[in-house]
């Protein structure tokens, strides 16, 4: 897909999520960032120290994946200046990830100007779903202002 929306904030949030504190958890890439809808993509490569028991990525990091792609989405939607906090999230480990890539992808359900709701999947690169998620999440805007 192809980055759809406001090319300033889409920058800004390229910027912002291709480094650190993503960089701890192994960001490869954001794939897309859709500013008119609430949707991003970012890929995620595991490697071996992410791993628990022959090679499967423990669940800390999968769940650190969907989350901080729910929150791409949603500063993608209500601005690249807002934080994000999440307030509750639920994952559900379908399948196991192994060492390799993995795409995360997430969209905003609802927000108003300080509470938002949004979904996330965590697949492998062949499309199997390895996770789900959705959270609720406070937001407080212009928190990145320079």
Same mark, same amino acid.
């Given at each position: 897909?192809?980055?759809? =929306?406001?090319? %300033? ?9 291709? =480094? &650190? ?6 960001? %490869?890439?954001?794939? &897309?960032?859709?500013?008119? /809808? =609430? ?8 490697? +071996?120290? $992410? ?18 792609? $729910?929150?791409?989405?949603? $500063?993608?939607?209500?601005?690249? %200046? ?5 307030? +509750?999230? /639920? ?8 060492? =390799? ?17 949004? +979904?996330?999947?965590? +697949? ?19 928190? &990145?202002?320079?």
């Amino acid at each position: 897909m192809k980055d759809l =929306g406001n090319l %300033d904030s889409i920058k800004k949030l390229r910027k912002m999520f291709s =480094g &650190y504190p993503q960089s701890t958890l192994g960001i %490869d890439e954001v794939l &897309y960032i859709d500013t008119q /809808k =609430g949707i991003a993509a970012a890929r995620y490569i595991a490697n +071996e120290s $992410m791993c628990h028991s022959g090679g499967i990525v423990q669940g800390g990091f999968i769940t650190g994946w969907i989350d901080a792609v $729910m929150a791409l989405a949603c $500063m993608s939607k209500c601005g690249a %200046d807002v934080l994000v906090l999440t307030l +509750e999230i /639920k994952v559900n480990f379908l399948n196991s990830a192994t060492i =390799g890539k993995n795409i995360s992808t997430a969209k905003v359900i609802k927000n108003t100007k300080s509470i938002a709701f949004i +979904e996330g999947k965590l +697949e492998n690169v062949e499309g199997k779903l390895i996770a789900n998620g959705t959270c609720t999440a406070k937001l407080k805007p212009n928190f &990145y202002t320079n």
